[in-house]
């Protein structure tokens, strides 16, 4: 029996506006970096200070913060320096910088409390139902994030009601293809790189417009289970 994997970031889960909410919460205006007074109450700012405050974090975007995302590489967007030491010494690589940010410092802001795209639970359910019922193929969820990522993702999960029966986490994007003969998902290293045999189906966006795939759509939602019964009786035909 085949086999239909769906990627849960960029496909089900929007990742990317809840890490944009993050970043600039931390990096832009931290809510905890207020002004006090000496006896520790919040100072209240006049008109002309919120201004000024205002047009600091508007530059402050400008530096740190390129949109739209038109490219799959977060550093191309979000800016991440080395963090060096008191010594002169890097204590963490712009690598390392963002993945303590995703998977230590807000792994369940960004993993567990970001909200899914319009109706994806509920299409992954009806997907993996139609295939269950009439004995056509088996559904995977599929996912690339490890750690802390993963505890906040269940939560997630359970949040949108998405009722998986399998989930497989791969440690490279290019190993859900492993698990699966048809894959509907975003990432460009997917869809460039298909094995010979099997399907990509691609979820819209900015940043994978350039990629071409059998099949695309803008939404999981709008991808109707008679729809991929239809590519697995022409997958037999052939």
């Not at 998405?162 to 869809?191: A, G, T, Y």
Request: with cysteine; proline share 3%; net charge negative.
């Amino acid at each position: 029996m085949k086999t239909i994997g769906i990627s849960l970031d960029g496909v089900i889960r929007d990742f990317y506006t809840e890490f944009d909410k993050q970043y600039r919460k931390a990096f832009i205006h931290n809510p905890s970096l207020v002004e006090m007074n000496r006896d520790m109450t919040l100072k209240e700012q006049t008109e002309d200070e919120l201004v000024l405050l205002e047009k600091k974090i508007e530059l402050k975007e400008k530096e740190l913060i390129t949109l739209p995302m038109n490219s799959y590489d977060l550093f191309n967007h979000y800016k991440f320096d080395n963090t060096v030491g008191m010594d002169g010494e890097t204590i963490l690589s712009p690598q390392e910088a963002l993945d303590e940010f995703m998977y230590q410092k807000f792994p369940f802001q960004i993993f567990g409390k970001g909200e899914e795209y319009k109706g994806a639970s509920e299409a992954f359910n009806r997907i993996q139902a139609y295939g269950i019922q009439n004995k056509l193929y088996k559904t995977v969820l599929l996912t690339s994030v490890g750690g802390a990522a993963l505890p906040a993702t269940w939560h997630f999960l359970a949040t949108h009601n998405c009722r998986m029966r399998s989930f497989q986490c791969v440690e490279q994007e290019h190993e859900k293809w492993d698990h699966c003969d048809i894959l509907i998902d975003c990432v460009p290293e997917i869809l460039q790189d298909v094995p010979g045999g099997k399907i990509a189906i691609k979820i819209e966006h900015a940043f994978n417009s350039w990629d071409k795939a059998d099949h695309s759509f803008k939404l999981l939602s709008e991808i109707n289970p008679s729809f991929l019964e239809d590519l697995l009786i022409g997958e037999k035909k052939s």
